[in-house]
Nanobody
Framework: QVQLVESGGGLVQAGGSLRLSCAAS????????MGWFRQAPGKEREFVAT????????YYANFVERRFTISRDNAKNTVYLQMISLKPEDTAVYYC???????????????WGQGTQVTVSS
């Protein structure tokens, strides 16, 4: 089992920045690829970004448009999502997830956090 706890969400104005953190405990964190997903009200959960176990490979959803950066610190068992130039359409609950592969499919991730709310005002 891997337990994941997100933090860092909040209310920010359009154009602002936030850094989300996801702290992991339980099984060896560095064994897992990590992903960030988000779910806006009335919409399905969607892929945001993913990073491999070592942190040297990343992949992003098209809508990120180089505004977000995923990173990880295996010594701290933490994965991050740095978000800049935030837009109102980025408003959602953001979830981190742990899985065996660096993929975009929700079903391929085994463990999920409870989510952190990000609200971007216009």
């Amino acid at each position: 089992q891997v337990q994941l706890v997100e933090s860092g969400g909040g209310l920010v104005q359009a154009g602002g920045s936030l850094r989300l953190s996801c702290a992991a405990s339980g099984r060896t964190f560095s064994n897992y690829a990590m992903g960030w997903f988000r779910q806006a009200p009335g919409k399905e959960r969607e892929f945001v970004a993913t990073i491999n176990w070592s942190g040297d490979s990343t992949y992003y959803a098209n809508f990120v448009e180089r505004r977000f950066t995923i990173s990880r610190d295996n010594a701290k068992n933490t994965v991050y999502l740095q978000m800049i130039s935030l837009k109102p359409e980025d408003t959602a609950v953001y979830y981190c997830a742990a899985g065996k592969s660096m993929v975009t499919f929700i079903s391929w991730y085994d463990y999920w956090g409870q989510g952190t709310q990000v609200t971007v005002s216009s």
